[in-house]
């Protein structure tokens, strides 16, 4: 039997092959980087996954696909050919890049664009494969190559989907196109590929032989993959969903009668090596992955087929890709048998335990009933596991280099090469059993760990039940209740179960924007649902009756809370404080926070010098939202909720007339908004929440000067400000005066939480702050004072953010000689509005969101202190230093 997939005739050394898969190199960096990254890119989801499915595989798919029609047609194009293959690979990549740029920049043109030239490409693709395959000569296996021109021909369609999607499309139409861009791309394009290229690739890689008729078995199921595929897609467009259903399970059948033959080759040669290991089990998720999207669109939930993404992607096309390439690079890039032995040496290092921990992390991720730190586990291990082949890669490149040029050394010096004979020892290419076992017990050593900590440390963990659950006799009855999370409530909010029954709320994110999630005191969770996500909760056996509530900060104040009634049960049990913001006793109460002690070494102050409003009159900024840690006080760290990593947010400038185009990203873990006062807008569209992972555009002219806030309008509102999303505008009225300094300063309040919490939200209901702070830390002002001279005039910019308080600013010493507020002077000069003279004024003062600034002229040198006249306030933190020499 003819099982030789990598026989080709001879090339010269730098063949086509180095310069066509070099772009796959560097996606491969460029997917690690952004694995460790993607909490920082916009649209990381998409941006990863489509990084992978046209940056990897359509570039390999690209390649090897040219080398196996030229392997298995005996037939090697012209020279003029290769440079037309590179060319054409190029434009796939500028393609690529201009649409993933595009997506990353929101802008639709660029999407378009790049879809265009993707599918353009690969149109090109099939018109030279068909070329190819006509002017050959008949061969045993033309039949079966056929297909690699089919698979190709539909991503062309895949890309116009996409486009569509990334431009916009109405939500009927998008669940229809994101259907239709599953079935032509991944089962398309993706998985008939793959199963051609393993009709002879798999006897080659598992070095055994191609069983009988398993050649005309595949040109059959490949038959049937193709029709199953447009069938699947037609349908999809048009809504049919039981037909699309159908048709996976035609597509599935057709998977597991080709995967038949496959498995005949490895009853005589078993997978041994990491290349047809990763390629086994690979195999093994792709029939899972078809089955559940069958099931799911049978289900009538076409609305949640983004949940076969990580089989089918992850499970499926990573694995066989990795595995294919592990076998295939050190056969292209030859240098004698030696070479490749060495290489091939290399890419079988650590095999079982990067399989174990790609496969391990994938069912702890995929696993019912998860949490949202054992499905971060699980994604992180997975990760790991994929990440090793780099480095792998790299060693068996150095290996087979080192090999090739010793040969040419001793080549050059005369030396004749020793004889090869089947007793000349040579390295083992597979690990032995020994090697693998160890790696097998070490990954899974390290899964069992990393989700065990998990498990421990995550508040909706089964380990953490809180014991207080009352024995009853099982009924053996179940009672499923429907409950939707929306707009800060659980619809219903109280449900009733017989004592003794097992209780399984299928709980439904209802909210356009927001994450949430359900937590009950026996221990029970859902862990974190994105908006338009659902989750199964399977509670137990209700023997009491109980609480629950959504855990993400400030939404349980806000009444998101959620009671479950056991008729004839015991009394209710869990009732009081379980965790969760705003329950609990006060954590670290003002009178523990040295407030007259100076900032930790590590804290840098912040600048609080104001620059002068830039020339330019359209001001283009990027405002992104970023969860993070930062000290308060001396001491207190806590988490905090910014706009750029900083508290406050960017101070921005400008004058009368200016326009601001801001982009806001959300880069949390929640939803979040931006609401600028300085914008006279409709607030419907600019202002809305946005859920993690997307970003908008806020568009807005300046017609009025004042020291305007911006800030966090997502709910809890007074909970997303004193966690820190809050910043100030400042628009300079016309014809402001120069002067020597100037200041800006914006005041806020902290209600402290416990200690992974950034706010308390019974604190903020019952105005009871722990700090009240200058640009975001309690005392950076005392040991890095303001600085002036005398006879200079300065003027200090005031914003109060609140929540809740307002301010009474007060310079000790000093006297105010001019005052502007909220849009007017009240002094200039010590002028007062009625024309009387010398005027002054001794505190600014301020509501929440109101601004203004003072201007004042020191006469003697020494240090004053800037005060919220608020003792109160000022004894928690609201004081400062200016000193004058």
């Not at 628009?731 to 402290?752: C, T």
């Amino acid at each position: 039997m003819d099982t030789a997939a990598t026989r080709t005739p001879p090339r010269k050394k730098g063949s086509w092959h180095r310069r066509a898969t070099r772009p796959v190199q560097l996606w491969m960096i460029a997917l690690v980087v952004l694995g460790v990254v993607h909490r920082w890119v916009p649209a990381s989801t998409w941006t990863i996954i489509h990084v992978f499915t046209l940056g990897l595989l359509t570039n390999s798919i690209l390649v090897w696909g040219q080398h196996f029609t030229e392997t298995l047609l005996h037939r090697r194009p012209a020279e003029q050919s290769r440079a037309l293959q590179v060319r054409r690979i190029m434009v796939l990549n500028a393609g690529i890049v201009v649409l993933v740029g595009g997506m990353i920049a929101a802008v639709p043109a660029l999407v378009v664009a790049g879809a265009t030239v993707v599918g353009g490409a690969v149109t090109w693709y099939v018109v030279d494969m068909v070329r190819q395959l006509r002017a050959a000569a008949p061969t045993r296996f033309r039949p079966i190559l056929v297909y690699y021109a089919f698979a190709a021909a539909f991503l062309p369609f895949g890309a116009v989907a996409g486009a569509f999607m990334g431009v916009g499309v109405p939500e009927e139409w998008a669940l229809r196109l994101r259907a239709f861009h599953l079935a032509v791309n991944v089962l398309g394009f993706v998985g008939i590929t793959v199963l051609t290229t393993l009709v002879t690739f798999w006897a080659t890689v598992s070095r055994g032989r191609m069983p009988e008729g398993q050649d005309t078995a595949a040109a059959r199921s490949l038959a049937v993959l193709t029709a199953a595929v447009v069938a699947a897609a037609v349908s999809s467009l048009f809504g049919a969903w039981p037909v699309t259903a159908a048709s996976l399970v035609v597509y599935l059948l057709a998977v597991l009668w080709h995967l038949l033959y496959l498995g005949r080759v490895s009853r005589s040669a078993p997978p041994r090596e990491f290349a047809s290991m990763s390629i086994g089990c690979g195999l093994l998720w792709l029939p899972v992955a078809v089955g559940w999207a069958a099931w799911l669109v049978a289900a009538g939930r076409v609305d949640d087929l983004g949940a076969v993404t990580v089989p089918l992607l992850a499970g499926a096309a990573a694995q066989i890709l990795f595995g294919a390439m592990s076998f295939l690079m050190p056969t292209v890039m030859r240098g004698g048998p030696a070479a490749v032995r060495a290489g091939m040496v290399e890419m079988n290092r650590l095999a079982v335990f990067r399989l174990v921990l790609v496969n391990a992390g994938l069912v702890v991720f995929l696993v019912p009933g998860g949490t949202s730190w054992t499905r971060v586990v699980g994604s992180s291990v997975a990760f790991l596991g994929f990440a090793l082949f780099l480095p792998v890669m790299i060693r068996a490149v150095r290996a087979q280099l080192q090999v090739i040029r010793e040969t040419a050394a001793a080549r050059a010096a005369g030396e004749r090469p020793a004889r090869v004979t089947a007793d000349t020892p040579r390295p083992e290419i597979a690990p032995g059993r020994q090697r693998n076992l160890v790696g097998a017990l070490a990954a899974v050593l390290v899964v069992v760990l990393s989700t065990g900590i998990a498990l421990a440390v995550d508040p909706a963990s089964p380990l953490r039940r809180t014991g207080e659950s009352v024995a009853v006799s099982p009924t053996g009855n179940t009672t499923t209740v429907e409950v939707a999370a929306v707009g800060m409530r659980f619809v219903p909010d109280t449900v009733s179960v017989p004592a003794g029954d097992r209780l399984v709320i299928e709980l439904r994110n209802d909210d356009d924007t927001t994450v949430h999630d359900l937590y009950l005191v026996n221990g029970v969770g859902s862990g974190r649902i994105e908006p338009g996500g659902s989750a199964t909760v399977d509670v137990g056996v209700v023997g009491s009756s109980m609480e629950g509530w959504c855990t993400i900060a400030g939404h349980k104040a806000m009444g998101m809370t959620f009671q479950v009634r056991a008729e004839g049960g015991d009394p209710a049990t869990g009732h009081g404080d379980h965790g969760g913001t705003g329950s609990g006793p006060a954590v670290a109460p003002t009178d523990a926070i040295d407030v007259l002690a100076p900032p930790s070494d590590h804290v840098v102050t912040r600048d609080p010098v104001l620059a002068p409003a830039s020339a330019t009159r359209e001001h283009r900024i990027t405002l992104t939202a970023e969860e993070t840690t930062a000290e308060l006080a001396p001491g207190v760290v806590r988490p905090v909720w910014t706009y750029n990593g900083g508290l406050p947010a960017p101070t921005l400038r400008g004058r009368v007339g200016d326009s601001f185009i801001v982009t806001f990203r959300n880069n949390g873990t929640i939803g979040h908004s931006i609401d600028f006062h300085a914008g006279d807008v409709r607030p419907d569209e600019v202002m809305r929440t946005i859920p993690p992972g997307e970003e908008l555009e806020y568009r807005f002219t300046v017609t009025r000067a004042g020291a305007w806030l911006y800030h966090c309008a997502t709910a809890p509102i007074s909970g997303h400000v004193a966690a820190g999303m809050f910043g100030a505008l400042i628009v300079d009225p016309p014809d402001l005066p120069g002067v020597d300094r100037e200041y800006v300063l914006v005041q806020s309040e902290a209600y402290l939480g416990a200690q992974d919490e950034p706010f308390d939200m019974d604190k903020i209901a019952a105005g009871r702050p722990d700090l009240v702070m200058f640009n975001g830390h309690a005392t950076q002002y005392r040991r890095d004072p303001l600085t002036a001279r005398v006879g200079e005039t300065v003027r200090i910019w005031a914003v109060v953010a609140g929540p809740s308080d307002g301010t009474s600013f007060h310079v000790v010493g000093s006297q105010f000689h001019t005052v502007y507020k909220e849009g007017g002077y009240l002094l200039k000069g010590g002028r007062d509005a009625f024309g009387g003279r010398d005027g002054g004024a001794q505190t600014l003062d301020l509501a929440p969101a109101q601004g203004g600034f003072v201007e004042m002229t020191f006469a003697e040198p020494g240090r004053y202190t800037f005060v919220d006249h608020s003792f109160a306030d000022a004894e928690k933190g609201a004081t400062g230093y200016i000193d004058v020499y």
